[in-house]
Nanobody, 129 residues
Framework: QVQLVESGGGLVQPGGSLRLSCAASGFTLDYTIIGWFRQTPGKEREGVSCISNSDGSTYYADSVKGRFTISRDNAKSTVYLQMNSLKPEDTAVYYC??????????????????????WGQGTEVTVSS
């Protein structure tokens, strides 16, 4: 079964850190883009960060640049999102999804390319004191 499973969410105080994991099963991450997205009630889904598992190129939304780092471990078929200096506005459900390598990471992430698939169930991140 082809699927992505997110984990690592939780409750953290402002300024804290979390590392999210996106584990793939049933398919290889080779020649894919993996994207992290987040959504809160009443807001549009936002592309947070994407990574190409071919050349390692990355994209970050301006709202997380300098605070979040996306990385991959192809041997483990897992993509990580290290989130530092968390802010209350980072509170959301975070999802990962995969996209065949048909475009750039920026084009994939900025407007959530419609061909992203294998969406995970999401992991909730709450930043609150």
């Amino acid at each position: 079964q082809v699927q992505l499973v997110e984990s690592g969410g939780g409750l953290v105080q402002p300024g804290g850190s979390l590392r999210l994991s996106c584990a793939a099963s049933g398919f290889t991450l080779d020649y894919t883009i993996i994207g992290w997205f987040r959504q809160t009630p009443g807001k549009e889904r936002e592309g947070v960060s994407c990574i190409s598992n071919s050349d390692g190129s990355t994209y970050y939304a301006d709202s997380v640049k300098g605070r979040f780092t996306i990385s991959r471990d192809n041997a483990k078929s897992t993509v990580y999102l290290q989130m530092n200096s968390l802010k209350p506005e980072d509170t959301a459900v975070y999802y990962c999804a995969s996209l065949p390598l048909i475009t750039t990471v920026q084009a994939a992430c900025v407007r959530t390319h419609p061909d992203f698939r294998s969406w995970g169930q999401g992991t909730e991140v709450t930043v609150s004191s």
